[in-house]
């Protein structure tokens, strides 16, 4: 697991694994945030996957624009959203250059309730314009709907995970024996079998602190502890972890996850 650019099929990339105010926080003067150490600077939480029939991403962070850049993606045929908070959808107007580029809609993967907030925030897209207005400078998406029935993009076998971020119900993902669960602070009984056999389990850790909407260091493990995976990585993690320090008291299979972390599957 290596941070290379080069892009392989059957890998997910990490595009990035802070919090939702990303880390360095703005006006910040702590150790983390001041830190010559790239691994502690984490982007918004997103994810590429590269699939045998192409590359669709997890989540569309603000930071997505950069992310696509370092990883010298330079093709996206599809997303997938696990819930439509700021921190995971605000990127997605980034996409417009992949969709002028695949001259075709961009198909995006989502709930109802994530589907209203894309909407709402991108209303622009959907409304009606002449075939050759604006053209390249309006995104144009193919919205469908998914619920915790497993389906394919890219050719790949995608098994929704249903999960709760505080009251609210989202969705990870698990990609062959990988499963991606950010935003998370409850494993409903259901979502169990879904979490056995896993080779990667990449979890929601925002701080040592309870949240009351994301797993802190501790719940994280207590997971990983039940999943029994073979490797863990922890993800959206706040200016209060730092890399290093964090690793160092982790069991030996778990590891933060930093920005460019590349897994295959």
Not at 85 to 91: E, V
Request: with cysteine.
């Amino acid at each position: 697991m290596t941070a290379s650019a080069s892009p392989h099929r059957n890998e997910i990339v990490l595009l990035g694994t802070g919090t939702s105010v990303g880390v360095p926080v703005i006006g910040c003067d702590c150790d983390v945030c001041r830190s010559p150490n790239p691994r502690n600077q984490r982007t918004r939480t997103g994810v590429a996957v590269h699939a045998e029939q192409g590359t669709f991403l997890i989540d569309t962070p603000p930071e997505l624009r950069l992310q696509l850049v370092r990883e010298r993606i330079n093709s996206v045929q599809a997303i997938v959203f696990t819930h439509g908070h700021a921190d995971h959808l605000f990127g997605l107007d980034d996409t417009r250059i992949c969709i002028h580029h695949n001259d075709q809609p961009m198909p995006l993967f989502c709930e109802e309730s994530t589907e209203h907030n894309i909407r709402s925030a991108f209303g622009y897209a959907f409304k009606e314009h002449p075939p050759e207005a604006l053209k390249g400078a309006i995104p144009k998406f193919d919205l469908r709907r998914i619920g915790e029935e497993p389906f394919e993009v890219c050719g790949q076998h995608v098994q929704p995970v249903r999960l709760l971020h505080g009251r609210l119900p989202v969705l990870g993902f698990r990609i062959n024996n990988v499963a991606f669960c950010t935003d998370v602070s409850y494993v409903p009984d259901v979502t169990w079998p879904l979490l056995q056999n896993l080779d990667v389990l990449i979890i929601d850790a925002l701080r040592d602190e309870p949240h009351p909407t994301h797993l802190a260091v501790f719940q994280a493990l207590e997971v990983i502890g039940r999943a029994k995976p073979r490797r863990a990585f922890l993800t959206h993690c706040s200016h209060n972890l730092e890399y290093e320090a964090t690793n160092a008291r982790l069991p030996s299979h778990v590891q933060l996850a930093y920005d460019g972390l590349r897994i295959p599957f």
